[in-house]
């Protein structure tokens, strides 16, 4: 008699910039994954950033292309996720969707890059009183990286984060950390450059989800 052994999940590693199969559900180990797509002029459109523990399943959204790559070198595993999954990730996509087309509206493109970093931090960086600190070597957000997601050039980047942190508006605490400190009681500061405030919207649970799972509560 033979015995058929359950099949083992899928696992991946992928280094930075690489593909991971949209068609599969999987259950991020380690580091970022981001859903992108693209318009007519090939410029990149972020959807969603998840990061360790998070979940991402297929989303059926109909939009294409629909890529999912990653930001740093990541672990995944194959997941058969419950119909409550499906569900929890369907909400959360829409969410942050909502959000970063919230955050590409802002004028300029300076503002809307402090944005960014403020909705990063908020999402997977650790909180205190003074504010939020990411790790952009741990999220390898390079500069690219982040002119990717906020529609603008590598260079106006650049030249932005160092005009952040001669204002004090971003404070550099190591070689790879940045601190985005606290301006008001929401720990969102008000819009630079006389752009409007945005009200970010909260995670399902009201709280960002990278921050329970490494024990962080939001003051």
């Known amino acids: 008699m033979t015995i058929a052994m359950p099949a083992r999940p899928l696992r991946l590693n992928l280094r930075s910039d ?14 970022y994954i981001r859903a992108n797509t693209w318009n007519v002029e090939g410029e990149s ?17 109909g939009i294409k292309p629909y890529e999912l790559i990653s930001l740093a070198r ?3 595993v194959e997941h058969q996720p419950s ?11 829409f969410i942050q969707t909502t959000e970063l087309l919230q955050i590409h509206r802002v004028r300029p493109a300076e503002a809307r890059l402090l944005r960014l970093l403020h909705w990063i931090g908020n999402r997977f960086g650790r909180i205190s009183s003074s504010g939020t600190t990411l790790s952009l070597e741990d999220m390898n957000l390079t500069h690219r ?3 990717d997601i906020a ?33 008001d009681g929401l720990g969102i500061s008000p819009a630079p450059f006389g752009s409007a405030s945005i009200p970010f919207l909260r995670t399902l649970s009201q709280e960002p989800p990278a921050h329970r799972k490494a024990g962080f509560l939001t003051p």
């Open 18 to 31: 690489g593909h991971l199969p949209a068609d599969i559900s999987w259950r991020i180990d380690d580091g």
């Open 151 to 183: 529609g603008m050039t590598r260079v106006t980047v650049t030249k932005a984060l160092t005009r952040f942190r001669s204002q004090g508006l971003v404070v550099r605490v190591s070689e790879a950390d940045l601190l985005v400190p606290r301006i």
């Open 83 to 93: 119909e409550s999954d499906v569900l929890d990730f369907l909400r959360d996509q």
């Open 74 to 76: 990541v672990s995944v």
């Open 45 to 61: 459109i972020t959807l969603g950033i998840w990061g360790p523990g998070d979940l991402i399943t297929p989303t059926g959204c």
């Open 145 to 147: 990286h982040l002119a």
